[in-house]
């Protein structure tokens, strides 16, 4: 359903945000001040339209779906939110007449600097498709301050610079400080015995707040909404006056830089030891601030945890949220007291996982030593998983596994964290992005697996989305496919196979 609106409502929308937010009126308005308005128009109406859906969506049983990525590859926003809203010709048009060129408001806005790969990309085209079928979604990522979209050639090397794009990309974000959660790192375990059963209690840990910030993502021509939450990292700790007052500047901020570095930058420099904690506790902070959130929002939803694989399903693209499995135990055992067998059971029918690479040596590993450092809890709670888990493969004769291949499919062995072992055994379903892919990886990659878990492996073909890299980028060419084939392909793109009738035209 695009946005039905005339070209004067369209007109008083634009003069009514240029005098609100600009102070400024249509005439006296340059580029950058016709996208402001723009966004906030696109943004008021996508709030707007989250409410109506959300409320719709709130009356059904069906699934909701949490996609937890490290990025997501958005791009620029609004061109595609007013052409899936159905007002990118209206204002084309509306500011044609004052002789300024959409395409020139379009150039305004930063890549939002959330992704910069194909993981990214896939991650955005699902959010695209989920809002535009009417499937209630919601994406996790880290509220990143800097991209890596600037490069430069310097001395005939190539360099990547930050890239800061909230001055345009603030615009569509929606702090949620009433959701926001604490994360903790480091410190100490300590386990107790408490009326025959194990009670964790954490000593001298950091403790971090993740503030929320909702990006509403447009679908084409429907009712739906996709949600992408954004973490951002905080210290709650109060400011040092005192040594700030007694000129120890650098000790009274440090803290506080420390743990808001954690969504400072997209995919840190990893080559030392100090990268390496900063990815890690990246991960964890994402992982734990969705999870918390995820199952706070069901129990006020259903007031039951154990109808959680019902009603949602949490998918994980590649092994960088794989924490999520770990994380889960964690709250449902030490949060909500459930005990470990039911608990495991909850999270294998919750959580999915896309693989990436079929390169072994690609997988993603973490020291040991650094992994139980950093995350003291989950590191007791994997080195639970991989115990059972071997230990059910050795004692298990049916299944015919020698030492060595259960030695190559366990979680923690050789002083590393296997996150890509971890994802498999934890999940319930485990694809590839290609038919090919798949295959590889069922009968390559994780053979020893598919033979333990037989139904476990399937695959989902990347897609694209062409809406964009076609109807957007190139519609000279979307308007001769439509008086060919029609306009249904902008909804289903396999109807493009009924161009095969002019491969000789």
């Given amino acids: ?31 950058k001040d016709l996208y402001k308005a723009l966004a906030m128009i696109s943004h008021d109406i996508l709030f707007d339209l989250r409410e109506k859906f959300h409320s719709k969506v709130a009356k059904n049983s069906g699934k909701r779906i949490h996609y937890l990525c490290m990025e997501f590859l958005l791009g620029r926003n609004l061109k595609s939110t007013l052409f899936n809203l159905g007002l990118d010709r209206i204002y084309a048009k509306i500011l044609k007449s004052i002789n300024i060129d959409i395409e020139d408001v379009y150039e305004v806005e930063n890549d939002a600097g959330l992704g910069n790969g194909g993981l990214g990309r896939l991650a955005a085209c699902f959010m695209d498709s989920l809002a535009t079928l009417n499937l209630p979604s919601m994406g996790h990522s880290i509220l990143y301050e800097y991209g890596l979209f600037k490069q430069k050639i310097v001395d005939g090397e190539q360099i990547e610079l930050t890239d800061s794009w909230r001055s345009t990309g603030d615009f569509w974000l929606q702090k949620r400080q009433e959701k926001s959660v604490i994360v903790r790192f480091g410190g100490n375990v300590i386990e107790n015995m408490v009326g025959g059963k194990l009670v964790p209690t954490y000593e001298n840990y ?29 210290s709650i700790n109060q400011f040092d006056l005192n040594s700030f007052s007694q000129g120890a500047y650098v000790k009274a901020v440090a803290e506080a830089s420390e743990i808001e570095m954690i969504s400072k930058v997209l995919y840190p420099a990893d080559d030392h030891y100090e990268g390496k904690t900063l990815r890690l506790k990246q991960q964890y902070f994402l992982v734990s601030s969705a999870l918390q959130n995820i199952v706070a929002t069901h129990i006020k939803r259903y007031k039951n945890l154990s109808t959680l694989s019902d009603m949602t399903v949490i998918h994980i693209n590649d092994t960088h949220p794989a924490l999520c499995i770990p994380e889960l135990m964690r709250i449902l055992m030490d949060d909500y007291g459930w005990e470990w067998n039911s608990a495991w059971k909850l999270v294998t029918k919750t959580i999915n996982y896309t693989n990436h690479t079929v390169l072994m040596e690609a ?15 989950i590191y007791q709670i994997v080195k639970e998983i991989d115990r059972r888990f071997t230990k059910d493969l050795i004692d298990n004769k049916s299944n015919q596994f020698d030492l060595a291949t259960i030695e190559k499919m366990s979680i923690v062995s050789q002083g590393q964290v296997r996150m890509a072992n971890l994802s498999v055994i934890g999940s319930n379903h485990v694809n590839g992005v290609s038919k090919l892919h798949s295959e590889i990886i069922r009968t390559s990659l994780f053979k020893d697996f598919d033979r333990l878990y037989p139904n476990k492996f399937t695959n989902v073909t990347n897609g694209i989305a062409h809406r964009r890299w076609m109807c957007q980028s190139n519609p000279r060419l979307a308007e001769l496919i439509d008086s060919c084939i029609g306009t249904n392909y902008y909804y289903d793109a396999s109807d493009l196979n009924k161009l095969s009738k002019y491969t000789e035209d």
């Fill in 1 to 31: 359903m695009s946005t039905k609106m005339t070209e004067q409502k369209a007109l008083a929308l634009l003069e009514e945000n240029l005098k609100k937010y600009s102070e400024l009126s249509l005439k006296e308005a340059d580029t």
């Fill in 206 to 234: 950091t403790e971090v707040q993740a503030v929320p910030y909702d990006m509403v993502l447009s679908g084409y021509d429907s009712q739906g909404v996709a949600v992408l939450r954004l973490w951002e990292a905080k």
């Fill in 363 to 377: 997988l993603e590993k973490w020291d040991e030593n650094l992994f139980r450092t950093i995350l003291p809890r």
